[in-house]
């Protein structure tokens, strides 16, 4: 009878423990190996440089922030918090002392606030106080909502598109020849780094629809569609920016990337109000971080790849993960045409001209 209840206890014990732990701990190991190396030797030197880093008071940007930091770059943190923003400041501080830290105030949900940091940003730092431009702007601030929910920005636009696409893209054009200038001046090209999601493969842009005021909520409720289509609305950016800086013949490159999944807040709020959430949360996102999340700084790795490596300079628009190059063999081919449309009904929306 022992020998009954020990054997079984043994058996549970493989079946329910040990081999699911073996596989897991098996996978992440694989998946970790199949992730691209950073190599640190062969970045461009942005000592006493000036770069942008939009949503960096948390998650990625927080960390991309003191990374350029640590190189010893002028590190402007646009941001919409200033209280958390100057903590992450504190905290970047007990690790390292180099670079110059800036907070300065960015709500991409509101135009009127991209206009007031971009002109700020020039009195303070650009024009002739700051002759050598501005080397890089990371466009890294994002947004998710819970399924199925649709917001408005106070512009009218859907929150999800208006603050990871349209606050970026007029946020790019305003300070553009502050970019160009940097570029101009030095050998190695000033970058716009935008950091898109693997999500945009799953995006499908509606141009009789962008903010999604017709489309049925039924459409919306399962797939994160307004995240995907932000996205790859930041990828048919990127595709443009970079036909658009080819044909000005400026010294300036731009690039998209996925970050990977990264153990961040940006999911969180969203996944509480997403049944079944306890399941997710408690369940699902702990065996995902297990397995496959990237903790902040790991997160990070691509984002300093596109900003600084030497490897990439003549490869303007193109997409990045894992810190390597993301060719279309491997996702959908985007849409040149559409690249262009949604330029034009973005400087549109946002009144560029
Ligand atoms: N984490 C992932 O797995 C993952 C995967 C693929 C792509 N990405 C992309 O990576 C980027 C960074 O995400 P994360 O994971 O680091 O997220 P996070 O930890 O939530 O950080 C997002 C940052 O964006 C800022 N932000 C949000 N709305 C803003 C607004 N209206 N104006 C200005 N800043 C705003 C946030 O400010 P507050 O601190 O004030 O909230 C925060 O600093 C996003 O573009 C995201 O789409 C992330």
């Given at each position: 009878m022992l020998c009954c209840l020990s054997g079984w206890l043994c058996s549970t014990l493989f079946y329910f423990a040990i081999l699911p732990a073996a596989v897991l701990l098996g996978t992440k190991l694989i998946i970790k190996k199949l992730r691209g190396k950073v190599d640190p030797t062969n970045e461009v030197d942005i000592q006493g440089k000036t770069v942008i880093v939009t949503g960096a008071s948390d998650g990625i940007g927080k960390v991309t922030a003191e990374e350029f930091a640590i190189r010893g770059a002028r590190v402007i943190m646009a941001c919409r918090n200033l209280q958390k923003a100057e903590k992450c400041v504190e905290d970047i501080r007990k690790k390292t002392s180099n670079g110059e830290l800036i907070v300065m105030e960015l709500d991409l949900s509101k135009l009127s606030s991209v206009r007031k940091f971009a002109s700020e940003f020039l009195q303070k730092y650009g024009g002739d106080s700051n002759p050598g431009g501005l080397s890089i702007l990371v466009n890294n601030a994002g947004i998710v909502n819970?399924?199925?929910?649709?917001?408005?920005?106070?512009?009218?636009?859907?929150?999800?598109?208006?603050?990871?696409?349209?606050?970026?893209?007029?946020?790019?054009?305003?300070?553009?020849?502050?970019?160009?200038?940097?570029?101009?001046?030095?050998?190695?090209?000033?970058?716009?780094?935008?950091?898109?999601?693997?999500?945009?493969?799953?995006?499908?842009?509606?141009?009789?629809?962008?903010?999604?005021?017709?489309?049925?909520?039924?459409?919306?409720?399962?797939?994160?569609?307004?995240?995907?289509?932000?996205?790859?609305?930041?990828?048919?950016?990127?595709?443009?920016?970079?036909?658009?800086?080819?044909?000005?013949?400026?010294?300036?490159?731009?690039?998209?990337?996925?970050?990977?999944?990264?153990?961040?807040?940006?999911?969180?709020?969203?996944?509480?109000?997403?049944?079944?959430?306890?399941?997710?949360?408690?369940?699902?996102?702990?065996?995902?971080?297990?397995?496959?999340?990237?903790?902040?700084?790991?997160?990070?790795?691509?984002?300093?790849?596109?900003?600084?490596?030497?490897?990439?300079?003549?490869?303007?628009?193109?997409?990045?993960?894992?810190?390597?190059?993301?060719?279309?063999?491997?996702?959908?081919?985007?849409?040149?045409?559409?690249?262009?449309?949604?330029?034009?009904?973005?400087?549109?929306?946002?009144?560029?001209?």
């Amino acid at each position: 009878m022992l020998c009954c209840l020990s054997g079984w206890l043994c058996s549970t014990l493989f079946y329910f423990a040990i081999l699911p732990a073996a596989v897991l701990l098996g996978t992440k190991l694989i998946i970790k190996k199949l992730r691209g190396k950073v190599d640190p030797t062969n970045e461009v030197d942005i000592q006493g440089k000036t770069v942008i880093v939009t949503g960096a008071s948390d998650g990625i940007g927080k960390v991309t922030a003191e990374e350029f930091a640590i190189r010893g770059a002028r590190v402007i943190m646009a941001c919409r918090n200033l209280q958390k923003a100057e903590k992450c400041v504190e905290d970047i501080r007990k690790k390292t002392s180099n670079g110059e830290l800036i907070v300065m105030e960015l709500d991409l949900s509101k135009l009127s606030s991209v206009r007031k940091f971009a002109s700020e940003f020039l009195q303070k730092y650009g024009g002739d106080s700051n002759p050598g431009g501005l080397s890089i702007l990371v466009n890294n601030a994002g947004i998710v909502n819970p399924l199925g929910v649709r917001k408005v920005t106070e512009d009218g636009f859907e929150e999800t598109f208006g603050v990871n696409h349209l606050g970026h893209f007029l946020l790019t054009n305003l300070l553009l020849p502050e970019i160009e200038k940097a570029g101009n001046k030095s050998s190695d090209p000033s970058r716009i780094v935008i950091v898109s999601s693997g999500a945009h493969n799953w995006g499908q842009l509606n141009f009789d629809d962008l903010m999604f005021e017709k489309t049925p909520f039924e459409d919306f409720k399962i797939l994160p569609k307004l995240y995907c289509n932000s996205k790859l609305a930041n990828n048919l950016f990127n595709l443009e920016l970079a036909k658009k800086l080819r044909a000005k013949k400026v010294n300036v490159n731009c690039y998209a990337l996925c970050p990977g999944f990264v153990l961040t807040n940006i999911e969180t709020d969203a996944l509480r109000e997403t049944p079944p959430h306890w399941l997710i949360l408690n369940v699902i996102r702990p065996i995902l971080k297990f397995v496959m999340l990237k903790n902040a700084k790991e997160g990070t790795e691509t984002t300093i790849y596109c900003s600084l490596s030497k490897y990439l300079t003549h490869h303007s628009g193109e997409m990045y993960r894992n810190s390597e190059f993301w060719d279309y063999s491997k996702r959908p081919k985007l849409s040149e045409k559409d690249a262009a449309k949604l330029w034009e009904m973005s400087e549109k929306l946002v009144k560029l001209n």
